[in-house]
Antibody
């Protein structure tokens, strides 16, 4: 069955960096676009970034553009999110999700807390 | 400030039917299909409805979706206590380079 497992979250000071990973299994990872979506405490879901199946295109929400970088390693079935210049408003649970014309499978999420 | 607009809360008693609305615009719901997600506390969002009214396998037929113009709705009939959760609508938005947009979520309480 499809499984997505995020890791790499934690507590980080404002201005610092963090790298999230999403390990995929149970499907042909290299055939699907992948997304990062986050949910801040007490708020709704917010789309963060997408990367095409082959890594050829990447797009970002305005709120993270220039600070976050999405990437993937299809040989290791892994999705990444490099987060730089973190801000308090980036505090959220970060989910990776598979795109099949809908976000049909999500990981359990990893919590990122940006605080001094 | 979510792109799609949902009521923040809804409630019903066991056995009742409840509906949750989702309003968008021509660049998202008006030109693309709508998906609905259920999120229980401390769990990942689960796809409940896709392509406006399709249920993934395993989702009970108590859950149904519809869309008209730039609005959509989720209906839950025969409400059960385990339906208490947050519900989000989502649609692809054609603006910029294209991206997913979500509603702010509706907290469903089973009284």
């Amino acid at each position: 069955q499809v499984q997505l497992v995020e890791s790499g979250g934690g507590v980080v000071q404002p201005g610092r960096s963090l790298r999230l990973s999403c390990a995929a299994s149970g499907f042909t990872f290299s055939s699907y676009g992948m997304h990062w979506v986050r949910r801040a405490p007490g708020k709704g879901l917010e789309w963060v970034a997408v990367i095409w199946y082959d890594g050829s295109n990447k797009y970002y929400a305005d709120s993270v553009k220039g600070r976050f970088t999405i990437s993937r390693d299809n040989s290791k079935n892994t999705l990444f999110l490099q987060m730089n210049s973190l801000r308090a408003e980036d505090t959220a649970v970060y989910y990776c999700a598979r795109d099949r014309d809908r976000l049909d499978n999500w990981g359990q999420g990893t919590l990122v807390t940006v605080s001094s | 400030q979510s792109v799609l607009t949902q009521p923040p809360s809804a409630s019903g008693t066991p056995g009742q039917r409840v509906t949750i609305s989702c309003s968008g615009s021509s660049s998202n719901i008006g030109s693309n299909t709508v998906n609905w997600y259920q999120q229980l506390p401390e769990t990942a969002p689960k796809l409940l409805i896709y392509s406006n009214n399709q249920r993934p396998s395993g989702v009970p037929d108590r859950f149904s979706g519809s869309k008209s113009g730039t609005s959509a709705s989720l209906a839950i009939s025969g409400l059960q206590s385990e339906d208490e959760a947050d519900y989000f609508c989502a649609a692809w938005d054609d603006s910029l380079n294209g991206h997913w947009v979500f509603g702010g979520g509706t907290k469903l309480t089973v009284l």
